[in-house]
């Protein structure tokens, strides 16, 4: 049987992508060994130290309002990033909060790229996180967080039930952030507060209004969707960093952030090792240097 050219050539590069597949597939499993091999008593006080990344196995806990996520023949979900909670919490939350299977490689930066999944050269951008499974390549993943999260949501049904819904959960996605920027002013650390509509008081207003039309918190069969998530996410930060604060800026948002944070798979994730410690200058736990064997799930 005769060939064309353009057929030779898709077909060269067809074997190139699976033999590139199972090399990346190869980089995983020797991050997974490394992380197997690594002493549990090695301390761990943040980023840019360990010499394995971490491994965490994460259990489906299936929720009937969601998705199942992963299609007929898809690989598992494989999501990377570091050690930290950063742009790898929303993530996190929202595979908690949908009840996602799951493995996390979370990276401290101390160990070399070849026991790390060659993140730097696999990332599309060069940075995490970094994910894989559901229908993306081990080879070829994505990257970018706010990217990765709106593929979670529709994979996972977090999106909203229609296109309008999931414009108004996109709206408030980018307002949470919008939030986030105003956390030194929310927290008391800032030297003064902006004023006007792109104050912290008036975002928090228009993010009340943005929520009386989404799912409520408190019902723990009701699908939350991505930009919820985001919000908890901004909201528990603060919290965080200066009790009370949340309160004082609206009462209805820490409302929604307790009721949000005491949803059974959320809040069981809030207790679990994999939710890293908060980190200060330079990256390190503020709580201290870390044992690995704390991180077991």
Not at 59 to 85: C, D, F, N, T
Request: with cysteine; proline share 6%; net charge negative.
């Amino acid at each position: 049987i005769s060939t064309t050219p353009t057929t030779t050539k898709k077909m060269k590069r067809a074997r190139e992508e699976d033999e590139d597949e199972a090399v990346a597939e190869a980089e995983i499993a020797a991050a997974l060994e490394a992380a197997k091999a690594a002493p549990d008593d090695e301390e761990l006080s943040g980023l840019g130290c360990g010499t394995a990344m971490l491994v965490f196995q994460v259990a489906a806990k299936p929720a009937m309002q969601y998705k199942e996520g992963r299609k007929p023949a898809e690989k598992p979900l494989v999501l990377l990033y570091l050690s930290i909670r950063g742009l790898g919490e929303t993530p996190r939350l929202m595979l908690a909060e949908c009840g996602a299977a799951y493995t996390h490689l979370a990276s401290p930066m101390g160990e070399e790229q070849a026991l790390s999944c060659e993140w730097r050269q696999r990332s599309p951008n060069g940075l995490t996180p970094v994910l894989s499974g559901l229908g993306v390549p081990r080879a070829n993943p994505l990257s970018q967080s706010s990217a990765i999260v709106r593929f979670l949501a529709h994979r996972y049904g977090m999106a909203g039930s229609t296109e309008l819904e999931g414009l108004r959960a996109d709206v408030l996605f980018e307002t949470a952030k919008d939030l986030k920027g105003k956390m030194a002013e929310i927290t008391g650390s800032a030297d003064c507060v902006t004023q006007g509509a792109k104050g912290p008081a008036s975002i928090a207003l228009k993010i009340c209004a943005m929520l009386d039309g989404m799912a409520d918190p408190a019902d723990a069969d009701a699908a939350l969707n991505y930009a919820q998530i985001e919000l908890l996410n901004v909201l528990t930060e603060c919290h965080e960093a200066a009790a009370g604060c949340v309160k004082t800026l609206s009462p209805a948002l820490d409302a929604f952030r307790a009721a949000a944070a005491a949803r059974p798979r959320i809040a069981e994730y809030l207790a679990s090792p994999l939710r890293f410690p908060a980190v200060g200058p330079g990256y390190k736990y503020v709580s201290g240097p870390v044992k690995r064997s704390t991180f077991a799930l």
